[in-house]
Structures are given as C-alpha cells and as structure tokens.
C-alpha cells in the first residue's frame, strides 16, 4: 500500500481481555519495528523483524506480549490479559532496509493503534 | 537500551525566528544513524531529516538543518524561519549496530505569532 496501516485505530478493552493490532507495512519494506507510545513520551522500542523473524524482541516488556510476521509482510501484535497499565498508543513503522546506515533506514510510521484498558 | 537525551522539554520562539532543538546520544560505535521526526497534535510521525555518521557535511533539507558534532555526540536540528506550522513535538532518534533504532523523550516546540 501506500502507507503504513494500522487497525483498530482505537481499542478500548477490559482488563484480562486479550487483544490484537494489525500492522500493514509499505509494500516492499523489508523491517518492521513496533513502538509503544504513552501520553507526552517518545516512542518506546518494542519489537523489530527483518524479513519474516523477530530480529530483536528485547523491548517486549513482559511474556504477555508477542509479535508476529508470519509472511514478512503484516505484523500483528498480541497483548495477553491485558492490564491497564497497557494503554498508550501503539506504533508499527517500516523501512525499506533494516541493516546499514542511509536514507534507506528511514523509518515510516502508521496512523498508531490506541489502546485504552478500563 | 543506548540513551538519548533531549534536554528540553518545551520550547517557544517567535515566528519568523530560527530555534534549535538538542540531542545528545551515547554510543561507542563508530557508526549510526541520526534523525529527527516531528509529531504534530494529530499524532502522526513525520520524517525531517537523516545525518549518517559518517557523512562529512551536516544534512539540510529544506527550512531544516541538522548540526552535527560527532565528537560531543550531539545532533541538533536547526528550524530556521519559523512558522505557526512547525509547533509539535520533536524527536530525535539514533538507529545502532543490530538495527537498535531508539528515540529520544522528545522537545514540544510551541511558534509564537
């Protein structure tokens, strides 16, 4: 596609619930990273895949989040009995290369999924 | 995880004028990548400018300019000729070896009239 879509947009779920966003990169973007983002802070490393692997997953904060990219392209990531320190915005972005240092590198965001848990 | 400092958190200038948001970052590789995005109210992250490690000049891309001193490990972006338009907030953020991409707390620059 053109851009990077992320859906939903906005999730509001209980506590204990489970939940998914989706990540639809730009077509041909071989990185994928995913950021959580909370009100007024930078966006916080999550997860990075190069191709269809988890490069890095050192920013998943806890074993109730995973990632997946199954065919290198979508990503969708999945929050287990979600708490309601959980809520912030979630940003998937993509890059054309994730090795190397250029322009190539730059990273394009999607529109971010917001999650709120009550 | 690599740190990156943004040391201001809010900053104000007169439209027309040129402002300077700071960077720092901690690294001991020789090589990386600097850039910087802006986030306006709506919430989007707009790419404005990439600096590699290793590239002699300081980039400029339009009304941008980064100022690049890899000695004191900082990567100021320059905004000169300020418009209303530029209030957001700003992100530095540094890409490492192992494709480490991290960002910084960020600067909320406000364009007085």
């Known amino acids: 596609g053109a851009g990077v879509s992320q859906t939903p947009s906005n999730k509001v779920t209980e506590k204990g619930k489970y939940v998914e966003l989706r990540c639809d990169p730009i077509?041909?973007?071989?990185?994928l990273y995913w950021y959580r983002q909370s009100l007024g802070q930078g966006p916080e490393f999550l997860i990075y895949?190069?191709?269809?692997?988890?490069?890095?997953d050192s920013g998943l904060p806890n074993d109730r989040f995973f990632a997946v990219r199954p065919e290198g392209s979508v990503s969708t990531l999945k929050i287990q009995r979600t708490e309601r320190g959980d809520s912030a915005v979630y940003l998937c972005?993509?890059?054309?290369?994730?090795?190397?240092?250029?322009?190539?590198?730059?990273?394009?965001f999607g529109a971010g999924s917001r999650l709120t848990v009550l | 995880a690599q740190k990156i400092t943004q040391t201001q958190p809010g900053m104000f200038v007169q439209e027309k004028e040129a402002v300077t948001l700071d960077c720092t970052y901690d690294?001991?590789?020789?090589?990386?990548?600097l850039f910087w995005y802006k986030q306006p109210s709506s919430g989007e992250m707009i790419f404005l400018i990439y600096?590699?490690?290793?590239?002699?000049q300081n980039a400029t891309e339009g009304r941008y300019s980064l100022n690049f001193q890899k000695a004191r490990k900082s990567a100021n972006l320059v905004i000169s000729a300020s418009q209303l338009g530029d209030s957001a907030m700003y992100f530095c953020?540094?890409?490492?070896?192992?494709?480490?991409?991290?960002f910084g707390s960020g600067t909320k620059l406000n364009v007085k009239p």
């Open positions: 972005a993509s890059s054309l290369l994730g090795t190397g240092f250029s322009g190539a590198n730059v990273l394009t």
């Open positions: 077509s041909g973007h071989t990185a």
């Open positions: 895949f190069q191709g269809t692997g988890a490069a890095d």
């Open positions: 690294t001991s590789d020789p090589s990386y990548g």
């Open positions: 600096q590699g490690s290793y590239d002699q």
């Open positions: 953020a540094v890409k490492y070896n192992f494709n480490k991409f991290y």
